[in-house]
T-cell receptor, first 116, second 112 residues
Framework: NAGVMQNPRHLVRRRGQEARLRCSPM?????VYWYRQLPEEGLKFMVY????????ESGMPKERFSAEFPKEGPSILRIQQVVRGDSAAYFC??????????????FGPGTRLTVT | GENVEQHPSTLSVQEGDSAVIKCTYS??????FPWYKQELGKRPQLIID?????GEKKDQRIAVTLNKTAKHFSLHITETQPEDSAVYFC???????????FGKGTRLHILP
């Protein structure tokens, strides 16, 4: 059973460009979470999605950031017009739909975004 | 919303000694408390978790305790080894919104 997959693992963008980060949850998991981690800091919740639904986006900046989790394909975190402050590691996590383990979140390897 | 505080931010212990990391949470509806270990440049990995219907859980050298009344929970690592060196995050989640809120992390150094 493959774990949570994220790509790319490293992404370099110039200021003003767009960044697209992809996350494929573990097989059988239908909940996806995105977190941002700045260097030497903790994990900050950004958004929680189920298939075709954004459940909670309270941690997402109001502008330039968007997320989706389509019926088919990976979840995508999109950052438009990137700025230097967007440089961080972006982790995706997934959890099962229901059951006693429904809260357990398993993390992907992360995408390290560098804005130059 | 939920707020999780974690202490200390840095902890150094002699190899073989015990390490204790403490967290407090604010939302009384929180009922799930996972702990994650993150090595440098790696993903956070779930090492142990506890639900609000129990007060203690143990897995080999790792144990977690939960005091619902005081709203705090702790991670205990006994007989520490060099490979325990990492950043440890506590977290809390409630069924209210299924969102996990993390503490800011504790950098644990195991000294030879």
């Amino acid at each position: 059973n493959a774990g949570v997959m994220q790509n790319p693992r490293h992404l370099v963008r110039r200021r003003g460009q767009e960044a697209r980060l992809r996350c494929s949850p573990m097989k059988g998991h239908s909940h996806v979470y995105w977190y941002r981690q700045l260097p030497e800091e903790g994990l900050k919740f950004m958004v929680y999605l189920q298939k075709e639904n954004i459940i909670d986006e309270s941690g997402m900046p109001k502008e330039r950031f968007s997320a989706e989790f389509p019926k088919e394909g990976p979840s995508i975190l999109r950052i438009q017009q990137v700025v230097r402050g967007d440089s961080a590691a972006y982790f995706c996590a997934s959890s099962p739909l229901s059951g006693s383990s429904s809260y357990e979140q398993y993390f992907g390897p992360g995408t390290r975004l560098t804005v130059t | 919303g939920e707020n999780v505080e974690q202490h200390p931010s840095t902890l150094s212990v002699q190899e073989g000694d015990s390490a204790v990391i403490k967290c407090t949470y604010s939302d009384s509806a929180s009922n799930y408390f996972p702990w994650y270990k993150q090595e440098l440049g790696k993903r956070p990995q779930l090492i142990i978790d506890i639900r609000s219907n129990v007060g203690e859980k143990k897995d080999q050298r790792i144990a977690v305790t939960l005091n619902k009344t005081a709203k705090h929970f702790s991670l205990h690592i006994t007989e520490t080894q060099p490979e325990d060196s990492a950043v440890y995050f506590c977290a809390a989640s409630s069924r209210r919104d299924d969102k996990i809120i993390f503490g800011k992390g504790t950098r644990l150094h195991i000294l030879p």
